[in-house]
Nanobody, 121 residues
């Protein structure tokens, strides 16, 4: 089992940047593929990005491709989401998640509590 805690959210102007972090407990962090998801008010949760166990493969939603970068540091049990060129439509609660196996856009086993990102126009 793994516990996840996100941090780094906040209020930023459009065009700005934020870096989210997700710290994982336990000694098996490198056994999990990791993902970032977001949920805006009144909308369903959506996939943002995912990264393989080694960090060698990454995947992105079309809406964030070229602006967001997912990475991980297995020595620190942490996954990151660097968000650049932020837009008001990126406003949401951002969640990190872990799954056994390969990175996908669904079927994650463990979830963090979320961190709020607000982008003002």
């Amino acid at each position: 089992q793994v516990q996840l805690v996100e941090s780094g959210g906040g209020l930023v102007q459009a065009g700005g940047s934020l870096r989210l972090s997700c710290a994982a407990s336990g000694r098996t962090f490198s056994s999990y593929a990791m993902g970032w998801f977001r949920q805006a008010p009144g909308k369903e949760r959506e996939f943002v990005a995912a990264i393989s166990k080694s960090g060698g493969s990454t995947y992105y939603a079309d809406s964030v491709k070229g602006r967001f970068t997912i990475s991980r540091d297995n020595a620190k049990n942490t996954v990151y989401l660097q968000m650049n060129s932020l837009k008001p439509e990126d406003t949401a609660v951002y969640y990190c998640a872990a799954r056994v196996g390969v990175p996908k856009e669904y079927e994650y086993n463990y979830w963090g509590q979320g961190t709020q990102v607000t982008v003002s126009s």
